[in-house]
Protein backbone atom coordinates (compact mmCIF):
# COMPACT_ATOMS: atom_id res chain seq x y z
CA UNK A 1 0.00 0.00 0.00
CA UNK A 2 1.21 3.42 -1.38
CA UNK A 3 2.58 6.23 1.93
CA UNK A 4 -0.49 8.40 0.60
CA UNK A 5 -3.59 6.39 0.36
CA UNK A 6 -2.65 5.03 3.83
CA UNK A 7 -3.06 8.32 4.93
CA UNK A 8 -6.42 8.33 3.95
CA UNK A 9 -7.38 5.45 5.05
CA UNK A 10 -10.20 5.15 8.32
CA UNK A 11 -8.58 4.47 11.42
CA UNK A 12 -10.13 1.36 12.50
CA UNK A 13 -8.38 -0.17 8.63
CA UNK A 14 -5.04 1.00 9.94
CA UNK A 15 -5.36 -0.78 13.37
CA UNK A 16 -2.81 -3.90 13.47
CA UNK A 17 -4.77 -6.79 14.84
CA UNK A 18 -3.86 -9.71 16.56
CA UNK A 19 -4.24 -13.11 14.81
CA UNK A 20 -7.24 -14.45 16.63
CA UNK A 21 -9.58 -11.05 16.86
CA UNK A 22 -8.47 -10.19 13.18
CA UNK A 23 -10.21 -14.17 12.30
CA UNK A 24 -12.95 -13.19 14.58
CA UNK A 25 -13.58 -9.56 12.64
CA UNK A 26 -13.39 -11.37 9.22
CA UNK A 27 -15.67 -14.12 10.17
CA UNK A 28 -18.39 -11.54 11.70
CA UNK A 29 -17.71 -9.40 8.00
CA UNK A 30 -18.60 -12.05 6.59
CA UNK A 31 -21.51 -13.34 8.49
CA UNK A 32 -23.77 -10.05 8.04
CA UNK A 33 -22.73 -10.01 4.17
CA UNK A 34 -24.72 -13.10 4.09
CA UNK A 35 -27.48 -11.94 6.41
CA UNK A 36 -27.46 -9.17 4.05
CA UNK A 37 -28.34 -10.99 1.02
CA UNK A 38 -31.08 -12.62 2.96
CA UNK A 39 -33.11 -9.17 3.46
CA UNK A 40 -32.34 -6.85 0.86
CA UNK A 41 -32.20 -8.51 -2.58
CA UNK A 42 -35.44 -10.10 -1.68
CA UNK A 43 -36.80 -6.48 -0.09
CA UNK A 44 -35.80 -5.18 -3.64
CA UNK A 45 -37.55 -7.77 -5.51
CA UNK A 46 -41.24 -7.78 -3.67
CA UNK A 47 -41.43 -3.73 -3.87
CA UNK A 48 -40.75 -3.87 -7.32
CA UNK A 49 -43.45 -6.35 -7.68
CA UNK A 50 -45.63 -4.35 -5.71
CA UNK A 51 -44.51 -1.12 -8.05
CA UNK A 52 -45.45 -3.84 -11.31
CA UNK A 53 -48.54 -2.00 -12.21
CA UNK A 54 -46.86 1.16 -12.31
CA UNK A 55 -44.89 -0.11 -15.22
CA UNK A 56 -47.67 0.02 -17.53
CA UNK A 57 -48.83 2.94 -16.28
CA UNK A 58 -46.43 5.52 -15.95
CA UNK A 59 -42.61 3.80 -17.11
CA UNK A 60 -40.80 6.85 -16.70
CA UNK A 61 -41.84 7.26 -12.75
CA UNK A 62 -41.95 3.58 -12.18
CA UNK A 63 -38.48 3.56 -13.58
CA UNK A 64 -37.70 6.46 -11.25
CA UNK A 65 -38.62 4.42 -7.78
CA UNK A 66 -37.00 1.58 -8.94
CA UNK A 67 -33.59 3.15 -9.61
CA UNK A 68 -34.32 5.14 -6.18
CA UNK A 69 -34.25 1.23 -4.66
CA UNK A 70 -31.50 0.36 -6.86
CA UNK A 71 -29.18 3.06 -5.57
CA UNK A 72 -30.15 1.82 -2.29
CA UNK A 73 -28.92 -1.46 -2.89
CA UNK A 74 -25.64 -0.05 -4.22
CA UNK A 75 -24.94 2.01 -1.36
CA UNK A 76 -25.50 -1.24 0.94
CA UNK A 77 -22.76 -2.88 -1.12
CA UNK A 78 -20.73 -0.09 -1.38
CA UNK A 79 -20.23 0.34 2.19
CA UNK A 80 -19.28 -3.53 2.46
CA UNK A 81 -15.41 -2.18 0.79
CA UNK A 82 -15.59 1.35 2.45
CA UNK A 83 -15.88 0.00 5.85
CA UNK A 84 -13.15 -2.75 6.09
CA UNK A 85 -10.92 0.18 4.61
CA UNK A 86 -11.26 -0.24 0.71
CA UNK A 87 -11.81 3.73 -0.03
CA UNK A 88 -12.09 4.47 -3.90
CA UNK A 89 -10.09 7.72 -4.89
CA UNK A 90 -10.92 9.56 -8.03
CA UNK A 91 -8.56 11.51 -10.51
CA UNK A 92 -8.89 13.38 -13.34
CA UNK A 93 -12.30 14.56 -14.33
CA UNK A 94 -15.52 15.31 -12.17
CA UNK A 95 -18.19 12.69 -13.82
CA UNK A 96 -20.69 13.65 -10.61
CA UNK A 97 -19.48 17.15 -11.79
CA UNK A 98 -20.67 16.42 -15.41
CA UNK A 99 -24.22 15.44 -14.99
CA UNK A 100 -24.78 18.61 -13.13
CA UNK A 101 -23.20 21.04 -15.28
CA UNK A 102 -25.41 18.65 -18.55
CA UNK A 103 -28.60 17.31 -17.33
CA UNK A 104 -29.44 15.82 -20.10
CA UNK A 105 -26.01 13.79 -21.13
CA UNK A 106 -25.82 10.47 -21.71
CA UNK A 107 -22.42 8.56 -20.87
CA UNK A 108 -20.97 5.73 -22.24
CA UNK A 109 -18.23 4.67 -19.67
CA UNK A 110 -15.20 1.99 -20.70
CA UNK A 111 -13.49 1.03 -18.47
CA UNK A 112 -10.14 -1.90 -18.03
CA UNK A 113 -10.88 -5.01 -15.58
CA UNK A 114 -9.01 -6.46 -13.51
CA UNK A 115 -10.38 -7.96 -10.36
CA UNK A 116 -14.34 -9.56 -9.17
CA UNK A 117 -13.61 -6.48 -6.78
CA UNK A 118 -13.52 -3.72 -9.80
CA UNK A 119 -17.45 -3.97 -9.68
CA UNK A 120 -18.66 -3.35 -5.75
CA UNK A 121 -16.02 -0.18 -6.20
CA UNK A 122 -17.33 0.90 -8.72
CA UNK A 123 -21.05 1.01 -6.82
CA UNK A 124 -18.95 2.72 -4.01
CA UNK A 125 -17.62 5.54 -6.19
CA UNK A 126 -20.92 6.07 -8.21
CA UNK A 127 -23.72 6.13 -5.17
CA UNK A 128 -21.47 8.29 -3.26
CA UNK A 129 -23.03 11.66 -4.50
CA UNK A 130 -23.99 11.45 -8.42
CA UNK A 131 -27.44 10.69 -9.65
CA UNK A 132 -26.45 8.36 -12.68
CA UNK A 133 -29.02 5.83 -13.83
CA UNK A 134 -26.65 2.83 -14.18
CA UNK A 135 -27.33 -0.29 -17.42
CA UNK A 136 -24.46 -2.67 -16.82
CA UNK A 137 -23.37 -4.85 -19.94
CA UNK A 138 -21.95 -7.84 -18.44
CA UNK A 139 -21.46 -11.40 -18.94
CA UNK A 140 -23.86 -14.03 -19.60
CA UNK A 141 -22.03 -15.91 -15.71
CA UNK A 142 -23.76 -13.33 -13.63
CA UNK A 143 -27.05 -13.65 -14.98
CA UNK A 144 -28.56 -16.32 -11.96
CA UNK A 145 -26.55 -15.19 -9.10
CA UNK A 146 -27.60 -13.28 -6.22
CA UNK A 147 -27.49 -10.20 -7.84
CA UNK A 148 -28.00 -11.03 -10.96
CA UNK A 149 -31.83 -11.14 -10.72
CA UNK A 150 -31.30 -7.49 -9.47
CA UNK A 151 -29.76 -7.10 -12.77
CA UNK A 152 -31.96 -8.40 -15.05
CA UNK A 153 -34.78 -6.79 -12.91
CA UNK A 154 -33.03 -3.12 -13.66
CA UNK A 155 -32.77 -3.92 -17.13
CA UNK A 156 -29.05 -4.40 -17.83
CA UNK A 157 -27.84 -6.61 -20.82
CA UNK A 158 -26.27 -10.06 -20.42
CA UNK A 159 -23.34 -10.90 -23.05
CA UNK A 160 -22.93 -14.59 -24.55
CA UNK A 161 -19.40 -13.98 -26.54
CA UNK A 162 -20.07 -17.43 -27.76
CA UNK A 163 -23.52 -16.91 -29.05
CA UNK A 164 -24.06 -13.04 -30.05
CA UNK A 165 -25.20 -11.86 -32.08
CA UNK A 166 -24.53 -8.54 -34.38
CA UNK A 167 -26.19 -5.39 -32.87
CA UNK A 168 -27.99 -7.31 -29.70
CA UNK A 169 -26.54 -4.63 -27.21
CA UNK A 170 -27.39 -1.66 -29.52
CA UNK A 171 -30.85 -3.19 -29.62
CA UNK A 172 -31.33 -3.78 -25.91
CA UNK A 173 -30.47 -0.11 -25.93
CA UNK A 174 -32.86 0.92 -27.80
CA UNK A 175 -35.71 -0.43 -25.68
CA UNK A 176 -38.09 2.24 -23.65
CA UNK A 177 -36.94 1.48 -20.53
CA UNK A 178 -33.21 1.32 -21.41
CA UNK A 179 -33.20 5.10 -22.90
CA UNK A 180 -34.06 6.14 -19.48
CA UNK A 181 -30.55 5.00 -18.22
CA UNK A 182 -28.26 7.93 -18.55
CA UNK A 183 -25.27 5.59 -18.17
CA UNK A 184 -24.09 2.42 -19.89
CA UNK A 185 -21.42 0.80 -18.42
CA UNK A 186 -18.96 -2.02 -20.97
CA UNK A 187 -15.63 -3.02 -20.37
CA UNK A 188 -14.28 -4.35 -23.86
CA UNK A 189 -11.24 -6.50 -22.70
CA UNK A 190 -14.23 -9.15 -22.29
CA UNK A 191 -12.92 -10.55 -19.09
CA UNK A 192 -10.43 -10.09 -16.15
CA UNK A 193 -6.68 -9.13 -17.46
CA UNK A 194 -5.14 -12.33 -15.59
CA UNK A 195 -7.34 -13.86 -17.63
CA UNK A 196 -6.88 -12.56 -20.96
CA UNK A 197 -3.31 -11.13 -21.09
CA UNK A 198 -1.71 -14.10 -22.78
CA UNK A 199 -3.91 -13.70 -25.75
CA UNK A 200 -3.83 -10.05 -25.77
CA UNK A 201 0.31 -10.74 -26.14
CA UNK A 202 -1.25 -13.42 -29.34
CA UNK A 203 -3.24 -11.00 -30.56
CA UNK A 204 -0.70 -8.16 -30.70
CA UNK A 205 2.35 -10.04 -31.78
CA UNK A 206 0.36 -11.05 -34.65
CA UNK A 207 -0.84 -7.62 -35.40
CA UNK A 208 2.92 -6.07 -34.89
CA UNK A 209 1.13 -3.91 -32.09
CA UNK A 210 3.06 -2.88 -29.11
CA UNK A 211 2.49 -5.39 -26.04
CA UNK A 212 0.64 -4.32 -23.35
CA UNK A 213 1.10 -5.99 -19.80
CA UNK A 214 -0.73 -3.85 -17.60
CA UNK A 215 -4.45 -3.97 -19.34
CA UNK A 216 -5.48 -6.36 -22.64
CA UNK A 217 -6.12 -5.07 -26.15
CA UNK A 218 -10.44 -4.07 -26.02
CA UNK A 219 -12.80 -5.53 -28.22
CA UNK A 220 -14.29 -2.81 -30.50
CA UNK A 221 -17.76 -4.51 -31.94
CA UNK A 222 -19.71 -3.47 -28.78
CA UNK A 223 -18.32 -0.50 -28.51
CA UNK A 224 -19.13 0.90 -32.05
CA UNK A 225 -22.61 -0.88 -31.94
CA UNK A 226 -23.35 2.00 -28.65
CA UNK A 227 -21.58 5.05 -30.67
CA UNK A 228 -24.80 4.68 -32.93
CA UNK A 229 -26.64 8.28 -33.29
CA UNK A 230 -30.32 6.88 -32.12
CA UNK A 231 -28.71 6.03 -28.62
CA UNK A 232 -27.89 9.74 -28.32
CA UNK A 233 -24.62 8.95 -26.52
CA UNK A 234 -22.76 12.69 -25.55
CA UNK A 235 -20.01 11.70 -23.80
CA UNK A 236 -17.58 8.92 -23.62
CA UNK A 237 -15.89 8.52 -19.65
CA UNK A 238 -12.90 6.36 -19.94
CA UNK A 239 -12.09 4.92 -16.25
CA UNK A 240 -9.17 3.08 -15.71
CA UNK A 241 -8.87 1.27 -12.57
CA UNK A 242 -5.67 1.03 -10.74
CA UNK A 243 -4.32 -0.84 -7.71
CA UNK A 244 -1.27 -0.08 -6.00
CA UNK A 245 -0.17 -3.68 -6.21
CA UNK A 246 -0.74 -5.47 -9.58
CA UNK A 247 0.46 -8.34 -7.92
CA UNK A 248 -2.12 -8.51 -5.00
CA UNK A 249 -5.50 -6.85 -6.40
CA UNK A 250 -8.04 -7.25 -4.03
CA UNK A 251 -11.36 -9.41 -5.24
CA UNK A 252 -14.76 -9.79 -3.74
CA UNK A 253 -13.60 -12.54 -0.60
CA UNK A 254 -11.17 -9.11 0.05
CA UNK A 255 -14.46 -7.02 0.72
CA UNK A 256 -16.63 -9.49 1.62
CA UNK A 257 -13.76 -10.48 4.71
CA UNK A 258 -11.79 -7.03 4.71
CA UNK A 259 -8.57 -7.38 5.13
CA UNK A 260 -6.77 -6.26 2.46
CA UNK A 261 -5.56 -2.46 2.31
CA UNK A 262 -4.38 -1.35 -1.04
CA UNK A 263 -4.50 1.75 -2.73
CA UNK A 264 -7.52 1.69 -5.08
CA UNK A 265 -7.56 4.82 -7.57
CA UNK A 266 -10.12 5.64 -10.11
CA UNK A 267 -8.92 7.91 -12.91
CA UNK A 268 -11.59 9.85 -15.18
CA UNK A 269 -11.37 11.07 -17.91
CA UNK A 270 -13.96 12.59 -20.31
CA UNK A 271 -14.52 12.84 -23.98
CA UNK A 272 -17.35 15.03 -25.41
CA UNK A 273 -18.81 13.68 -28.73
CA UNK A 274 -19.23 15.93 -31.93
CA UNK A 275 -16.99 18.47 -30.40
CA UNK A 276 -13.47 17.62 -31.79
CA UNK A 277 -12.35 15.65 -35.04
CA UNK A 278 -11.60 12.75 -33.26
CA UNK A 279 -13.33 9.18 -34.98
CA UNK A 280 -14.92 7.53 -31.57
CA UNK A 281 -16.18 4.66 -33.97
CA UNK A 282 -12.32 3.85 -34.78
CA UNK A 283 -11.26 1.05 -33.54
CA UNK A 284 -7.83 2.85 -33.29
CA UNK A 285 -9.09 5.76 -30.98
CA UNK A 286 -10.34 2.74 -28.34
CA UNK A 287 -6.81 1.04 -28.94
CA UNK A 288 -4.78 4.53 -28.33
CA UNK A 289 -7.25 4.76 -24.91
CA UNK A 290 -5.54 1.81 -23.68
CA UNK A 291 -2.30 2.70 -24.52
CA UNK A 292 -2.48 6.13 -22.20
CA UNK A 293 -4.43 3.56 -20.02
CA UNK A 294 -0.91 1.09 -19.88
CA UNK A 295 1.23 4.58 -19.88
CA UNK A 296 -0.76 5.66 -17.00
CA UNK A 297 -0.53 2.23 -14.73
CA UNK A 298 3.08 2.13 -15.69
CA UNK A 299 3.93 5.74 -14.13
CA UNK A 300 1.85 4.77 -11.44
CA UNK A 301 3.72 1.38 -10.61
CA UNK A 302 6.73 3.46 -10.73
CA UNK A 303 5.80 6.26 -8.70
CA UNK A 304 4.50 3.47 -5.90
CA UNK A 305 8.04 1.83 -5.99
CA UNK A 306 9.76 4.86 -5.47
CA UNK A 307 8.02 5.53 -2.74
CA UNK A 308 8.17 2.29 -1.04
CA UNK A 309 11.85 2.72 -1.58
CA UNK A 310 11.79 6.32 -0.14
CA UNK A 311 9.95 4.97 3.14
CA UNK A 312 12.15 1.85 3.56
CA UNK A 313 15.61 4.13 3.27
CA UNK A 314 14.43 6.14 6.21
CA UNK A 315 12.90 3.31 8.05
CA UNK A 316 16.45 1.22 7.66
CA UNK A 317 19.59 3.84 7.09
CA UNK A 318 22.11 2.86 4.92
CA UNK A 319 25.25 4.31 3.64
CA UNK A 320 24.60 2.79 -0.08
CA UNK A 321 21.16 4.76 0.17
CA UNK A 322 20.27 8.17 -0.50
CA UNK A 323 17.41 10.47 -0.90
CA UNK A 324 18.28 13.55 -2.64
CA UNK A 325 14.77 16.19 -2.62
CA UNK A 326 16.65 18.60 -4.70
CA UNK A 327 15.90 16.67 -7.70
CA UNK A 328 12.30 15.37 -7.72
CA UNK A 329 9.90 14.24 -10.55
CA UNK A 330 7.04 16.32 -11.60
CA UNK A 331 4.27 14.65 -9.23
CA UNK A 332 6.64 15.56 -6.19
CA UNK A 333 8.62 12.47 -5.75
CA UNK A 334 12.36 12.63 -4.10
CA UNK A 335 15.38 11.13 -6.35
CA UNK A 336 16.16 8.17 -4.69
CA UNK A 337 19.15 6.27 -5.08
CA UNK A 338 18.88 2.46 -4.14
CA UNK A 339 21.47 0.69 -5.61
CA UNK A 340 21.71 -1.87 -3.67
CA UNK A 341 18.45 -2.41 -3.07
CA UNK A 342 16.69 -5.58 -3.72
CA UNK A 343 12.97 -6.09 -4.02
CA UNK A 344 10.63 -6.95 -1.14
CA UNK A 345 9.91 -10.81 -0.68
CA UNK A 346 6.34 -11.78 -1.33
CA UNK A 347 4.74 -13.67 1.46
CA UNK A 348 3.16 -16.75 0.88
CA UNK A 349 -0.63 -15.34 -0.12
CA UNK A 350 1.13 -13.05 -3.03
CA UNK A 351 3.14 -16.19 -4.85
CA UNK A 352 0.24 -18.59 -4.49
CA UNK A 353 -2.18 -15.56 -6.33
CA UNK A 354 0.84 -15.56 -9.34
CA UNK A 355 1.12 -19.18 -9.59
CA UNK A 356 -2.82 -19.14 -10.27
CA UNK A 357 -2.34 -16.43 -12.52
CA UNK A 358 1.00 -18.35 -14.23
CA UNK A 359 3.24 -15.97 -14.02
CA UNK A 360 1.34 -13.24 -15.71
CA UNK A 361 1.42 -10.38 -13.18
CA UNK A 362 2.18 -7.24 -15.30
CA UNK A 363 5.47 -6.48 -13.62
CA UNK A 364 7.08 -10.17 -14.14
CA UNK A 365 5.62 -10.51 -17.60
CA UNK A 366 7.22 -7.20 -18.56
CA UNK A 367 10.70 -7.66 -16.78
CA UNK A 368 10.93 -11.23 -18.97
CA UNK A 369 10.37 -9.84 -22.22
CA UNK A 370 12.22 -6.61 -21.57
CA UNK A 371 15.20 -8.62 -20.83
CA UNK A 372 14.97 -11.04 -23.98
CA UNK A 373 15.23 -8.27 -25.77
CA UNK A 374 18.08 -6.48 -23.86
CA UNK A 375 19.73 -9.62 -24.50
CA UNK A 376 20.10 -8.78 -28.08
CA UNK A 377 21.84 -5.01 -27.21
CA UNK A 378 24.24 -6.70 -24.69
CA UNK A 379 22.79 -5.24 -21.50
CA UNK A 380 21.84 -8.06 -18.88
CA UNK A 381 20.13 -7.28 -15.75
CA UNK A 382 20.90 -8.04 -11.99
CA UNK A 383 21.57 -11.53 -10.41
CA UNK A 384 18.09 -11.78 -8.74
CA UNK A 385 16.02 -10.78 -12.07
CA UNK A 386 15.11 -7.04 -11.58
CA UNK A 387 15.50 -4.70 -14.02
CA UNK A 388 15.73 -1.45 -11.67
CA UNK A 389 19.28 -1.43 -11.76
CA UNK A 390 21.39 -2.31 -14.95
CA UNK A 391 24.85 -3.85 -15.13
CA UNK A 392 26.99 -0.88 -15.55
CA UNK A 393 29.89 -2.96 -16.86
CA UNK A 394 27.76 -4.49 -19.56
CA UNK A 395 26.16 -0.60 -19.76
CA UNK A 396 29.84 0.30 -20.90
CA UNK A 397 30.49 -2.01 -23.00
CA UNK A 398 27.50 -1.51 -25.56
CA UNK A 399 28.45 1.76 -25.09
CA UNK A 400 31.79 1.37 -26.56
CA UNK A 401 31.05 -1.22 -29.12
CA UNK A 402 28.35 1.11 -30.47
CA UNK A 403 30.73 4.04 -30.60
CA UNK A 404 33.24 1.77 -32.59
CA UNK A 405 30.45 0.23 -35.14
CA UNK A 406 29.24 3.93 -35.45
CA UNK A 407 33.00 5.52 -36.30
CA UNK A 408 33.75 2.54 -38.50
CA UNK A 409 30.50 3.00 -39.95
CA UNK A 410 29.99 -0.86 -40.43
CA UNK A 411 26.71 -0.94 -38.22
CA UNK A 412 24.89 -3.49 -40.14
CA UNK A 413 21.19 -2.62 -41.77
CA UNK A 414 19.39 -5.82 -40.83
CA UNK A 415 20.46 -5.01 -37.40
CA UNK A 416 19.47 -1.89 -37.16
CA UNK A 417 15.76 -2.74 -38.23
CA UNK A 418 16.10 -5.07 -35.24
CA UNK A 419 16.84 -2.65 -32.74
CA UNK A 420 16.67 0.69 -34.16
CA UNK A 421 16.98 2.32 -30.91
CA UNK A 422 20.40 1.08 -29.89
CA UNK A 423 21.66 4.58 -30.28
CA UNK A 424 19.90 5.67 -26.89
CA UNK A 425 22.04 3.34 -25.30
CA UNK A 426 24.82 6.47 -25.27
CA UNK A 427 22.61 7.98 -22.74
CA UNK A 428 22.53 5.01 -20.26
CA UNK A 429 25.32 6.06 -18.73
CA UNK A 430 24.06 9.48 -17.23
CA UNK A 431 20.99 8.09 -16.14
CA UNK A 432 20.11 6.75 -12.00
CA UNK A 433 19.50 3.78 -11.56
CA UNK A 434 15.97 4.47 -10.53
CA UNK A 435 15.28 6.01 -14.16
CA UNK A 436 16.84 3.15 -16.14
CA UNK A 437 13.99 0.84 -15.28
CA UNK A 438 11.60 3.91 -17.21
CA UNK A 439 14.49 4.01 -19.69
CA UNK A 440 14.02 0.50 -20.97
CA UNK A 441 11.18 0.68 -22.18
CA UNK A 442 12.45 3.41 -24.86
CA UNK A 443 15.46 1.95 -25.87
CA UNK A 444 13.45 -1.45 -26.94
CA UNK A 445 10.86 0.31 -28.73
CA UNK A 446 10.13 -1.57 -31.88
CA UNK A 447 10.68 0.39 -35.58
CA UNK A 448 7.24 -1.12 -36.70
CA UNK A 449 5.48 1.30 -34.42
CA UNK A 450 6.15 3.93 -36.54
CA UNK A 451 3.86 2.57 -38.87
CA UNK A 452 0.46 2.15 -36.24
CA UNK A 453 -2.47 4.07 -37.20
CA UNK A 454 -2.25 4.80 -33.10
CA UNK A 455 0.58 6.05 -30.86
CA UNK A 456 1.89 3.81 -29.11
CA UNK A 457 2.07 3.91 -24.90
CA UNK A 458 6.11 4.95 -25.38
CA UNK A 459 4.57 8.06 -26.46
CA UNK A 460 2.56 8.80 -23.34
CA UNK A 461 5.69 8.64 -20.84
CA UNK A 462 4.58 12.14 -19.29
CA UNK A 463 0.47 10.49 -18.57
CA UNK A 464 -0.17 10.32 -14.73
CA UNK A 465 -1.76 11.47 -11.68
CA UNK A 466 -0.87 12.90 -8.64
CA UNK A 467 -1.35 10.39 -5.41
CA UNK A 468 -2.32 13.06 -3.29
CA UNK A 469 -4.69 15.01 -5.47
CA UNK A 470 -6.86 12.37 -4.92
CA UNK A 471 -10.72 12.69 -4.12
CA UNK A 472 -11.74 9.88 -1.45
CA UNK A 473 -15.37 8.84 -1.42
CA UNK A 474 -17.17 9.67 1.31
CA UNK A 475 -20.25 7.27 2.60
CA UNK A 476 -22.65 7.99 5.35
CA UNK A 477 -22.85 4.93 7.85
CA UNK A 478 -25.95 6.82 8.61
CA UNK A 479 -27.46 6.58 5.25
CA UNK A 480 -26.38 2.84 5.16
CA UNK A 481 -27.89 1.92 8.35
CA UNK A 482 -31.86 3.84 6.93
CA UNK A 483 -31.26 1.71 3.65
CA UNK A 484 -30.53 -1.55 5.85
CA UNK A 485 -33.72 -0.65 7.90
CA UNK A 486 -36.27 -0.39 5.25
CA UNK A 487 -35.07 -3.25 3.13
CA UNK A 488 -35.17 -5.44 6.43
CA UNK A 489 -38.84 -3.83 7.87
CA UNK A 490 -40.13 -4.42 4.18
CA UNK A 491 -39.31 -8.73 4.61
CA UNK A 492 -40.23 -8.45 7.97
CA UNK A 493 -43.53 -7.53 7.00
CA UNK A 494 -43.72 -9.63 4.40
CA UNK A 495 -43.07 -12.69 6.00
CA UNK A 496 -45.35 -12.13 9.03
CA UNK A 497 -48.29 -11.45 6.15
CA UNK A 498 -47.21 -15.01 4.77
CA UNK A 499 -47.27 -16.49 8.04
CA UNK A 500 -50.74 -15.18 8.66
CA UNK A 501 -51.95 -16.49 6.03
CA UNK A 502 -50.37 -19.87 5.88
CA UNK A 503 -50.53 -20.70 9.90
CA UNK A 504 -54.57 -20.81 10.28
CA UNK A 505 -54.40 -23.36 7.49
CA UNK A 506 -52.02 -25.94 9.12
Same mark, same amino acid.
Given at each position: ???????????????????????????????????????????????????????????????????????????????????????????????????????????????????????????????????????????? %?????????????????????????????????????????????????????????????????????????????????????????????????????????????????????????????????????????????????????????????????????????????????????????????????????????????????????????????????????????????????????????????????????????????????????????????????????????????????????????????????????????????????????????????????????? %????????
Amino acid at each position: MSPASSEKLSTFARIKMPNIILCTYKAIRMTCCMIHNVYCIPGYLLLNTLLLPLYYLSIDTYSHIENLLYDALLYIVGWWSYGGGLIVHEHGDDIHQLLIDNPNARVLLVANHQSTADVPLMFQSFSSHSAYSLLWIMDR %AFKWTNFGLVSQIHGDYFLCPKKYIANSIANHCRQRYSLLKNMIIIFPEGGFRYKRLQSSISFATKRNYPLLYNVTYPRVHGFRELLTDDLNITHIVDLTICYDDPDNVPSIFNIIRGGNDSGIHFHYKIHQLNTTQENFNSEEWLYEQWQKKEALLNNHYATIRRKQQQQQCQQHPNPELSIDSSKSSPSGDDHISCRSLSPPAKNIEQQSLLRKRNDVSPSKQQQQNQQQQLNHVGINSNGNGSTNHLNQDNIDLTINNLHNNNNNNNINNNNYQQHPNNIDAYNLRSLSPETQDNTIATITTPLTENGLKFRSHHEFQSYRFDLNQGRPIKLSFIRTLFYHFGYLSICLLTYYVI %ALIIVPTL
